[in-house]
């Protein structure tokens, strides 16, 4: 049973989360629970008291989740799991050694489930490498199954993107991918540069979701590689191997793309590797 301290900087996520923990299926986890506003409190409270487990959140006014276990010695943290809005932080949060990292909104069974890991993690003969290795998988089969199936039908052949006081007409076979990071989604646009021999990468902002642009998107030239990511494959011009079975795509404009383990053997399959 753990002694936890909830750090976040949003009451709500606070409430949410202590309700979580109130749930009788969990009372078998949790012996007690406490709370902290922001960075600075909870160093406070963890110097006050002794915790098992920190439910830490990420971006935070003043000290951000990485600063405050900066701020405690190795020997002294508890076990970390991440809460955030944000997928981007998984490596360098494993990094931190934490023992999960959970997505906001965060379901009650994924609670559960860190909370079960922190109890077990001095049986665990898991690596650092392999815990991060499967955490990813997860991330990436879960957005994966929820992005939206690509219907038959008239797929794009130029992308309209509003640019200053104009409106830019893009052929598609420019777009080299798309990406979301923190809810903004970015086309990565390999253009002519009347300034040098080469195309440049260009990247603009698009008010479309990642899940409502794929759908307009041939399947037949794009692919989703990513939770995150789709790229176009033209522009794949090299595959590099990475982290869990996973490859690096280099694609056109020096711009670099990392594909999920089974999206890159689909990546594979798909030009013929």
């Given at each position: ?59 935070m006014p003043g000290l951000d989740g990485f600063e405050v276990l900066d701020r405690i010695p190795p020997e002294d943290r ?113 253009e002519e540069d009347p300034s040098g021999p080469r195309p440049r990468l260009r990247q603009h902002i698009v008010n479309y ?13 794009f692919m989703r590689v990513h939770r995150s990511a789709i790229v176009q494959f033209t522009h794949i011009k090299e595959l ?34």
């Amino acid at each position: 049973m753990a002694r936890i301290l909830i750090v976040d900087d949003e009451a709500p996520a606070r409430t949410r989360l202590q309700k979580l923990l109130d749930d009788e299926t969990l009372a078998p986890l949790v012996t007690s629970v406490d709370s902290a506003s922001d960075g600075v409190e909870a160093l406070e409270k963890l110097n006050d008291g002794d915790i098992d487990v920190i439910l830490l959140d990420i971006q935070m006014p003043g000290l951000d989740g990485f600063e405050v276990l900066d701020r405690i010695p190795p020997e002294d943290r508890p076990a970390v799991v991440f809460t955030t809005a944000y997928d981007e932080y998984a490596i360098r949060a494993f990094e931190a050694n934490a023992v999960d990292y959970l997505l906001k909104p965060i379901p009650s069974d994924r609670l559960s489930e860190a909370l079960s890991r922190v109890q077990s993690l001095v049986d665990s003969t898991d690596s650092q490498d392999e815990r991060l290795g499967k955490l990813l998988e997860w991330m990436d089969e879960t957005a994966m199954a929820s992005a939206s199936s690509a219907p038959a039908g008239d797929w794009l052949e130029q992308l309209s993107i509003p640019y200053r006081d104009r409106i830019l007409i893009i052929p598609i076979d420019q777009v080299v991918s798309v990406e979301i990071s923190e809810g903004i989604t970015r086309v990565y646009i390999l253009e002519e540069d009347p300034s040098g021999p080469r195309p440049r990468l260009r990247q603009h902002i698009v008010n479309y979701t990642l899940d409502q642009l794929g759908s307009m998107l041939d399947p037949n030239h794009f692919m989703r590689v990513h939770r995150s990511a789709i790229v176009q494959f033209t522009h794949i011009k090299e595959l590099i191997p990475w982290f869990s079975g996973r490859y690096k795509l280099a694609l056109s404009g020096g711009h670099e793309v990392i594909a999920s383990r089974e999206r890159s053997k689909a990546v594979k399959e798909r030009l013929k590797i």
